[in-house]
């Protein structure tokens, strides 16, 4: 099992930034992979970032990339996202999750977090 416990949400203006953060327990982090997916009032969960294990490889849904950056720190078992930039439209419930592959990640995360609000207003 793996327990994902996420923070860092809150209200930002547009154009604003916010780092969300988090922190896993329970098996090797370094391990898993490990994704951020969104979802907003009246929509369905989608992909944002995911990062491969160590080795770090990033991948980015369109609508973020240049403007989010996932991180993570394995002696820490925190994985980030730095969310710059922000729009109205990237309003929504931020969830962190964990696979054992980033493909697998992007149709099937095996854990996930509880969630954070990201609130942008115009």
């Known amino acids: 099992q793996v327990q994902l416990v996420e923070s860092g949400g809150g209200l930002v203006q547009a154009g604003g930034s916010l780092r969300l953060s988090c922190a896993a327990s329970?098996?090797?982090?370094?391990?898993?992979?490990m994704g951020w997916f969104r979802q907003a009032p009246g929509k369905e969960r989608e992909f944002v970032a995911a990062?491969?294990?160590?080795?770090?490889?990033?991948l980015y849904a369109d609508s973020v990339k240049g403007r989010f950056t996932i991180s993570r720190v394995n002696a820490k078992s925190t994985v980030y996202l730095q969310m710059n930039s922000l729009k109205p439209e990237d309003t929504a419930v931020y969830y962190c999750?964990?696979?054992?592959?980033?493909?697998?990640?992007?149709?099937?995360?095996?854990?996930w977090g509880q969630g954070t609000q990201v609130t942008v207003s115009s």
């Open positions: 990062i491969r294990r160590p080795g770090g490889s990033t």
């Open positions: 999750a964990a696979q054992t592959s980033v493909a697998t990640m992007l149709t099937s995360p095996e854990y």
């Open positions: 329970g098996r090797t982090f370094s391990s898993y992979a």
